[in-house]
């Protein structure tokens, strides 16, 4: 199982970002996915899941509604989209594959993580 985060860089506030998540070695459509964040001297914090359908999502409610988390099953490739951003959003971000698929926010229900790709907001 690998799970490959991409997209990360330097914006500044107000702007956008839309990171991917590329996954290989497992079937991509039995399993959600989500999106955590981990600031420097802070806790990993959930963001965004999305259940194996791309029917069911969730959001963490310090990005609800300005970040997005689709899917491309055909693609083995999650995204996620953040508008809006600020300089908290700062961080190194990370995607995980659930135990199962359904959407959850709880760090225990992922089983298997990526290597992050960082996110600087700043001017």
């Known amino acids: 199982v690998q799970l490959q985060a991409s997209g990360g860089g330097l914006v500044q506030p107000g702007g956008s970002l839309r990171l991917s998540c590329a996954a290989s070695g497992f079937t991509l459509d039995n399993y959600a996915i989500g999106w955590f964040r981990q600031a420097p001297w802070k806790e990993r914090e959930f963001v965004a899941a999305?259940?194996?359908?791309?029917?069911?999502?969730s959001y963490g409610d310090s990005v609800k509604g300005r970040f997005a988390i689709s899917r491309d099953n055909a693609k083995y490739t999650v995204y996620l989209q953040m508008n809006s951003l600020k300089p908290e959003d700062t961080a190194v971000y990370y995607c995980?594959?659930?135990?199962?698929?359904?959407?959850?926010?709880?760090?225990?229900?992922?089983?298997?993580w990526g290597q992050g790709t960082l996110v600087t907001v700043s001017s």
């Open positions: 999305i259940s194996w359908t791309g029917g069911s999502t």
């Open positions: 995980a594959r659930a135990r199962d698929s359904y959407a959850r926010g709880s760090i225990p229900e992922y089983g298997y």
